[in-house]
Each structure stands twice: as C-alpha cells, then as structure tokens.
C-alpha cells in the first residue's frame, strides 16, 4: 500500500509479557517516529529514527521500551514487562526526510490492551 | 508539564458557519506549528501549518494564524461542513530537532451539524 502501514491493529496481551508492534513506512522515507496516545490525550513522542540509527529516543519512558529499524525501512518497538499502564494507541508515523517541509504520514496505530 | 494545550475539549457549530479551534503553548523554542486531523480508528492526517516567521497561513478553507507574542494560534475553517467533523489536534516542533518530532495538545472534538 502507499501509506504507513501497522501491525497488528489490536494487540491485547496479559501483565508481564513481551510484545513487538510493527511499522511498515512509506517506500523511501528515511525519517521514522513512534508515538503513544492515551485515552483522550494527544500523540506523545516515544522514539526518532533517521535511517537504522535512533537517532532521538528521549520520548521512551523508561528501559522495557527498546525500538529497532535495522534495514532503515520496517521498525519494530518492544515492550518487555508490559504493565497495564502502558495500554494506549501506539502511532507510527514516517517522512521523506526528518528536515523541514517534511509532512510526517501516521499510520493508523496499535492498539494495545495490557490486562 | 503540557506544553501545548488546547482547553475546550469539544466544539459544535452548525454547517457553513465558521469553526475557531484554539491552541496555546508555553515553550518559546517552538518555531513551527501544525494541525492534525483525526477520525476514529485512523491515524492523524496533516491539515496545515506555519512557521513562526509568518502570522498567518491559508489553505482553502482553512486558515492558521499564529500570535507569537501570546504564544497563541488558532484554527478557522470557513464554512464548516458535516465531513470537518473529527478530532483535531494542534502540535508544535522545537527549533533543531528533527520536524517530525511534535508536541501534540490534548485535541478538540469539531461536530459540525447539518
């Protein structure tokens, strides 16, 4: 397809296992994101990739969330331990190039229920 | 610390009126301001955005204009039609980072009725 695509739509796993979201970019964009939107909140920044390398991953709340990009296309983000708050919608977004003038596309989330 | 805050939860006008949404935000870095779109179960889709070198932008219906000094912009959309009706979302980006990475208020409900 053209547009950002993500996987799985909806993911519902119990308290303390591990999960992996999926993020297919648009062909041929360098610029990565992954975002977080809880219930009636914006999208939260989580994690910028230029390319493979991570390039700004201050938005990560803390060290059970890892996200990898090894071909510079697909990114996988990891949830080791998932605790029942880190249910949410979970937004990727991509760009032609992280510089300005760039329109970042969403894909349409992960929605992730801890139980 | 929000940021970037847009106060009224929801808004509702009737079609072909005028739709003002509202945003504020407090971290003077910011040099360059978007609004989203969001409709159920998509993700959020660009609508317009300006630099803060410019005081206001227009696109179509839609026009953003932006008050450095109150650190204030707002959304008009003229006239509002039935398809408007979504979440919207105001963001900003920090001068030096990368324009993907957005600080995002909490979103304004726009009903537009028939």
């Known amino acids: 397809g053209a547009g950002v695509s993500q996987t799985p739509s909806n993911k519902v796993t119990e308290k303390g296992k591990y999960v992996e979201l999926r993020c297919d970019p648009i062909?041929?964009?360098?610029?990565l994101y992954w975002y977080r939107q809880s219930l009636g909140q914006g999208p939260e920044f989580l994690i910028y990739f230029q390319g493979t390398g991570a390039a700004d991953d201050s938005g990560l709340p803390n060290d059970r969330f890892f996200a990898v990009r090894p071909e510079g296309s697909v990114s996988t983000l990891k949830i080791q331990r998932t605790e029942r708050g880190d249910s949410a919608v979970y937004l990727c977004a991509s760009s032609r190039t992280g510089g300005p003038n760039t329109e970042a596309f969403f894909g349409q989330g992960t929605r992730l229920t801890v139980v | 610390d929000q940021q970037v805050k847009q106060n009224s939860p929801s808004l509702s006008v009737q079609e072909g009126r005028i739709s003002i949404l509202n945003c504020d935000y407090t971290n003077s870095m910011f040099d360059y301001f978007l609004w989203y779109k969001k409709y159920p179960a998509e993700g959020p889709t660009f609508l317009i955005s300006?630099?803060?070198?410019?005081d206001k932008n227009e696109d179509g219906r839609f026009t953003v204009f932006l008050n450095k000094s109150a650190k204030h912009l707002s959304l008009h959309i003229v006239p509002s039609q039935p398809g408007d009706s979504a979440v919207y979302f105001c963001?900003?980006?920090?001068?030096?980072?990368?324009?993907?990475?957005?600080?995002f208020g909490q979103g304004t409900i726009l009903t537009v009725h028939p």
């Open positions: 963001a900003a980006n920090a001068g030096g980072t990368s324009y993907g990475k957005l600080t």
């Open positions: 062909s041929g964009h360098t610029a």
């Open positions: 300006i630099s803060s070198i410019k």
